[in-house]
């Protein structure tokens, strides 16, 4: 089975940057969409970002258009979401998908069949 791994986590202050980096190890499965997600405590896991591995097409939750950069260049390159301008409301734990959303509903986590283990984000002000 193909594992998902996030690594690129950490604290930063608000105003700065961090990127996050997700890694497919075992054999490259076809797969439509990557995204991530996160997770604060007491709230529901929310997309942040997805992209369409087929054509390369992009998605980004209002809260963070902007100010995040995902990008994969194929189905088997890590997957990275660069966070800039960063504020205390993104503290969360983030995670990576693959899965099988419609375009418009990218953002619906139960369309996500595979996930990484999640790593942290803190963000102090």
């Known amino acids: 089975a193909v594992q998902l791994v996030e690594s690129g986590g950490g604290s930063v202050q608000a105003g700065g940057s961090l990127r996050l980096s997700c890694a497919a190890s075992?054999?490259?499965?076809?797969?439509?969409?990557m995204g991530w997600f996160r997770q604060a405590p007491g709230k529901e896991r929310e997309g942040v970002a997805a992209?369409?591995?087929?054509?390369?097409?992009?998605y980004y939750a209002d809260s963070v258009k902007g100010r995040f950069t995902i990008a994969q260049d194929n189905a088997k390159s890590p997957m990275y979401l660069q966070m800039n301008s960063v504020n205390a409301e993104y503290t969360a734990v983030y995670y990576c998908?693959?899965?099988?959303?419609?375009?418009?509903?990218?953002?619906?986590?139960?369309?996500?069949?595979?996930w990484g283990q999640g790593t942290q984000v803190t963000v102090s002000s």
């Open positions: 998908a693959e899965g099988w959303p419609y375009d418009e509903l990218w953002y619906q986590f139960t369309d996500y069949y595979n």
């Open positions: 075992g054999a490259a499965v076809s797969r439509y969409h």
């Open positions: 992209i369409d591995i087929r054509g390369g097409t992009t």
